[in-house]
C-alpha cells in the first residue's frame, strides 16, 4: 500500500449524499493498497454526472461518449497491451444500457480492463428518467408511478459473457477490497456499486434504504465469479509481407492481335466461374503483351444468382474501365441472360456466344450458340466461353489463354484440352 | 507491347491503399467487414502489423480511439452504412484530436441501398461528419496511381494534423482489377507522430503557431494526458463555453485550413484557348479523363480538373473554374454535391453537371454535355 494521492483533493463535483463520492473515494484507496502511482492508470469516463470526476483525479484521463467508454478503454487496453498498465472505466446505468454490446463483447474477449458501474438506477443528468436498471417499484421524476419491469442484473449479464471478476456492492462506506480485487484481476473484470441518486432517487422514494430495495430488486451483493483465465492478446504480425509481390506481374510473351480496344463481358451463374474466367481472359490478354482491365458485377447473394465481368483489353492504358455496349458477350446461363440482356439490346454489332439452353436476346449482335454447359458442365461454362471466344476472335494466340490456365491450379483438377477443343 | 516496360502488374486499387497506408505509417486496421470495402479488410490481414476484427462500426471507431490514444495509427475502411455508424465516433476522435484514416468505399444509396453498385454519393455526408461546419480533410483517389500517392498523404496528413482523414473511394476503384505499371511508384516515407520532448508540464491542447498541439500516449510515466471529447480547454479539462475553450474548439478547424496547401492535391490539365472545362474526381475522373483525350483528338478545345483533396474546399478550385465560360462537373451521385459544394445553391452561368446512379458515367455522356449548346 502507498500514500500516492489519486484525487486531487479537492471537492467532488456531486451532490451532498451522492454515491458517486464513495466510489472516487473508494478507487484511490483500492489503487494504493496495489502500489499503483497515477499514471499507471488510464482513467476511462463516460457521460452522466460521474464522468465529471476525472478532472478530480491525477491519472491518466479520457473523457467519451456516452455509454462507448467500455469499447474505447478496451482499445485503449488492446494498445497498450501492458500488464503494468491498468485500464479503468467509470460508467453509469444509462452507459451501461447504451454501450451493453461493449460490455459482452469486452467480457467476452477478456480485455484487461475493469468497469465501474454507478448504478443509480435513473438517469441523473437529464431529469431522472428510469433506465433500464430501474428495478421494479422504483418512481422516478418521470414515472412517478413506479417502474413496472425489473431491471438488469448485469453481474449475471457479465457472468454469462465470460468476464474475469464480477461483484455487486452497495455503495456505502468501504469497499475498497472489493475494487481491489477487481482491479487486480487479469482480464475483463466488473464491479456494479449500487447507489441511489440523492436528487431523483430520494425524493421520488421517500424513506426508502438502498440495502432493502436491493434485496427486493433480487439483486445479490457477492462476488459472481474470480479468477478466471480469460485475456485478450492483442494479435500482432510479425512477419507482415509486402503486398507488392513480383508474382502479381504478368511478363509478355505472346502478341495480341486486336486492331482496337475490345470490350468483353461474361454473364453467367454465381458458382460456375465467371469472375475466374474474366481474370484469365485478361491475364491472357496481359500475357500477349495488352493492357487489360477486369471489373465484377454481382449481386450481394453469395453462391446463387447473376455473376457477370467486364473485360477490356487494349495496346493503350485503359482510362475508362466500364464497358455499357460490349462488343463480344457470353452468356453461359438463364441468370447470365437475365443480367445481360439490357446490354446484348443495346449492342449494334458484334458477337454474342450464347448457351443452347437459352433463348436468343434481341440485339443487333451475331448471336452464335454453343452447348457451353452441355459439353463442359455448369461450373465449367463460363471458362469454356472464354477458351471459345478467344479461338473464334483471335484477339491473341490460344497458348497465352491455355499458359494462364496451367498456372492455375484449376488445371489439376479439369483437363485443359477439353477448352481447346473447339 | 507496353512501350519501354515489359511487365505490368494485375491488381486493384485495395492492394495499392493497403501498401501506401502501411508504408506511410498505419500499423493498426481494425474493421467491420462491409462490401464493397472487402477486399481492404481482406489485406489487411496480411499486411498490418496489428489487424482486430471489430464487432460492429461503433466499436470499430472506438477501438481505433483508444489504440491512437495508446499510440498508433489506426485505419479502417467501411462504407456509408458503417460510416453512418460512426458518426458520433468520428466527431470524438476529431475532439480527442487523435490520426486515423477512415477508408469509405461508396455504394449505392441511400439506406443499404445496392452493396455491390458503385457510387459518389457520400461527399455531402463527409462534408457535414462534424457538428458545427468543422472539417475532415478528404481525399478521393482519382486513378491507381493516386491509391498510392493519395493514400499516404491522406495518412500523413492525419500524423502531421493529429486529425480524422478520409479517403474517399468507391467500387469501381478498389475491386476492379487493372493492368498497372508500378515501376514508378513513388518511395513513401514512414511518419511518426510529433511527441512532447519538453521538461515542462505538458498540456494535452496547447499549441505553437501550427495550431496541432504535441501528442503524448498514455503509455508512458512522465506526463499525465487528459484527452476529452466534450467542449474543454487546453489542458483538455471540460468546459461549458469558456472563451479559452471555444477558442480551442475552433483551433479543429483552424488547423486543418491553415495547412491546406500543403496537402492540396489535384491534376490540371489545361489547354489553350479552352473554354470549357471539366472536373471531376474518383471513380468518375477516369472517364473524364477519357472523353477529353476523345474531344481533343476531334480537335476541341477542353480543360480538366481531377480534385483530389476535396476538404476542406479549395477555393483555387473555384477559381480555376472561374477562368472558364462553360464548367462541366462530373460526378456519380444524383445532384452534384462537389458541384454544389464548389457553387453553392446560386450556381453560376454555364454550369452544369453530368451526373449518374448505379452506373459509372461514360465518356460519351461527358462528351455530348462538354458539346452540348447552353
Known sequence: MNNVKFLTGGQLPFCKGCGHVAVAQNTEKALQKLDFNPLDVVLVTDIGCHGI??????????????????????????????????????????????????????????????????????????????????????????????????????????????????????????????????????????????????????????????????????????????????????????????????????????????????????????????????????????????????KGSYPVTVGVGYSAAEVIISHEPILYTGSPVPDILAITSADGLGYARTAAGRMKGGTIYIDQSLDIPQTGAETVVIPFREKVGAQNSSLYSVFYMVGSQHFFPMEALRDIFMANKISQRVSVDIFMQL | MHPGKTSLAFIDGSRLITESLVRAGADTFIGYP?????????????????????????????????????????????????????LESINMAAMFELPMVIVLVQRLGPATGTATCGAQGDLSLVHGTLSGGYTLPTFSPSNLNDCWDISAKALHTAIRLRTPVVLLTSKEMVMTLQAFDWSHLAEIETLKVKTFSGSDTYIPYKVDESLVPDFMPVSQNNHAVRLTASTHDTKGFLQNSTPEAIENTKRLEAKVTKHLQEYLLFDLDEQAGAQHLVVSYGISAQASREAVRQLRARGEKVSLLVAKTLLPVSRDYVDIANRYERVVVVEENLTGQLRQLLFGAAGRNGLSGVNAIARMISPSEIVDEVMRKF
Open chain 1, 53 to 294: 470526476v476525472d478532472k478530480n483525479f491525477l491519472t491518466h484521463n479520457v473523457h467519451g461518449l456516452h455509454g462507448r467508454s467500455s469499447a474505447l478503454a478496451a482499445g485503449i487496453s488492446a494498445g497498450l497491451s501492458n500488464p503494468n498498465k491498468k485500464v479503468i472505466v467509470f460508467t453509469g446505468d444509462g452507459g451501461a444500457t447504451i454501450g451493453m454490446q461493449h460490455l459482452v463483447g469486452g467480457a467476452h474477449l477478456g480485455f484487461d480492463m475493469t468497469v465501474v458501474v454507478h448504478n443509480n438506477m435513473l438517469y441523473g443528468m437529464t431529469g431522472g428518467q428510469p433506465s433500464e436498471f430501474t428495478p421494479c417499484g422504483f418512481k422516478t421524476p418521470t414515472l412517478p408511478e413506479g417502474s413496472t419491469k425489473s431491471g438488469y442484473d448485469i453481474c449475471e449479464l457479465m457472468l454469462a459473457a465470460g468476464a474475469a471478476y464480477v461483484e455487486r456492492v452497495v455503495g456505502i462506506g468501504d469497499f475498497s477490497d472489493s475494487l481491489a480485487r477487481a482491479f487486480s484481476t487479469k482480464g475483463f473484470s466488473l464491479v456494479e456499486v449500487m447507489e441511489i441518486c440523492t436528487s431523483y432517487g430520494v425524493k421520488s422514494n421517500p424513506g426508502m434504504k438502498l440495502p432493502k430495495l436491493v434485496e427486493e430488486a433480487g439483486w445479490k451483493v457477492k462476488v459472481f465469479t474470480e479468477a478466471k483465465q480469460r485475456l485478450f492478446q492483442t494479435p500482432q504480425n510479425s512477419n507482415p509481407t509486402s503486398l507488392l509481390s513480383e508474382k502479381l506481374e504478368v511478363e509478355p510473351k505472346y502478341s495480341g492481335a486486336i486492331s482496337k480496344p475490345v470490350s468483353i463481358m461474361l454473364s453467367g451463374s454465381a458458382g460456375e466461374g465467371v469472375q475466374l474466367a474474366a481474370e484469365f481472359l485478361a491475364r491472357a490478354a496481359m500475357l500477349s503483351g495488352l493492357y487489360a482491365t477486369k
Open chain 2, 34 to 86: 462491409i462490401t464493397p470495402a472487402n477486399l481492404l479488410y481482406l489485406y489487411a490481414t496480411k499486411r498490418y502489423p496489428t489487424m482486430l476484427a471489430a464487432p460492429d462500426e461503433i466499436t470499430t471507431l472506438q477501438w481505433m480511439s483508444g489504440f491512437a490514444i495508446a499510440g498508433h495509427v489506426p485505419v479502417t475502411a467501411t462504407s456509408f452504412p458503417g460510416y453512418a455508424l460512426m
